[in-house]
């Protein structure tokens, strides 16, 4: 006798929806914070010697918690279709050797669209008493899914004012991603990822070959805007918000071009960028809030 298939529409679990992950837990050494600064080409002098993370480092505490909420949300024979399609940091002070952190993540959210599912995963760092050191919202994007319905809440928005293009570029600075860097870059984070390791395997997705990891690419970016508008002083950054509109290849040349929003009551400025290859966009939608 045959198996009768089921013709249940697939949908997303909403009992899965603001459901914390375990704890994990994530001890910060000095050796590690230098090693992600070798791994991005980081220049300031505080990260290279491992005696403060660089703001992209806070990827690395969380990385095991980062895809985790989606399994107890999205089906799982679509797992292989999501892609990471925005990061938004809030940084409360900055990570620092010796500590012991605590990271948890929790879906809060999705949005179904014509090409897919839009859905938002809420990330938090706690130090050992259990005060927050950073916040973070990754958007997720389904492509192909869509249930049909709009649920919860998205990450918060970081749209680029295309008026700031008629405005003075206030910081311009044009980076190269080593050959090698992914090979650096992978052991440094944690990523094991083999679209960035394995040239058969990224061409196999549909990748022209190796691609850099994204956060590697947003790491060269947020060192450039600390050393040109932030006094290369991470405690001054309290936001980073981009969207990943493209990959990166090996040996190629970024171009950030970074643009003054508005000047803030409470102390900081904010700022909008954009980074490039060859003029076509890679990083959009960028937000940088650092304090004066």
């Known amino acids: 006798m045959g198996v009768a298939l089921s013709t249940k529409p697939l949908k997303f679990n909403d009992e899965g929806l603001d459901k914390w992950t375990e704890e994990h837990t994530f001890t910060v050494e000095a050796d590690r914070l230098a090693a992600y600064a070798a791994a991005t080409n980081d220049p300031i002098p505080a990260h290279v010697a491992g005696e403060v993370a660089a703001p992209v480092f806070a990827i690395v505490p969380v990385f095991d918690a980062l ?33 012991v952190l605590t990271a948890r993540g929790r879906m809060t959210g999705w949005e179904g669209q014509p090409n897919g599912t839009r859905a938002c ?6 130090d050992a ?5 950073n916040e973070q919202f990754v958007t997720f994007f389904i492509r192909g899914f869509d249930d049909g319905r709009a649920v919860g809440e998205l990450s918060p ?6 008026a700031l293009r008629g405005t003075p570029v206030v910081a311009d600075v044009t980076q190269r991603i080593d050959e090698d860097q992914t090979f650096r870059y992978s052991p440094a984070s944690g990523d094991p990822m083999p679209i960035h390791l394995d040239e058969q395997v990224a061409k196999d997705s549909g990748l022209p070959g190796i691609i850099a990891h994204g956060f590697c690419v947003l790491a060269f970016t947020s060192h450039a805007i600390l050393e040109q508008l932030g006094g290369s002083d991470v405690a001054r950054l309290k936001r980073l918000a981009v969207r990943f509109a493209k990959p990166v290849l ?27 290859v060859d003029g076509v966009p890679v990083l959009r939608d960028g937000l940088a809030v650092l304090a004066d």
Do not use: C, M, N, W
């Open 157 to 162: 928005g970081h749209k680029f004012d295309e």
């Open 67 to 99: 895809l985790e909420p989606a399994l107890d949300v999205v089906p799982l024979s679509v797992l292989g279709r999501v892609l990471h399609g925005e990061q938004d940091f809030r940084f409360h002070r900055p990570i620092r050797p010796g500590e």
């Open 250 to 276: 090996p040996g190629q040349e970024i171009r950030t071009q970074v643009f003054k929003a508005s000047a803030d009551a409470d102390g900081a400025t904010t700022y909008a960028f954009e980074t490039t």
């Open 129 to 133: 008493e259990g005060e927050l050191v």
């Open 121 to 126: 995963v809420y990330l938090e760092t706690r």
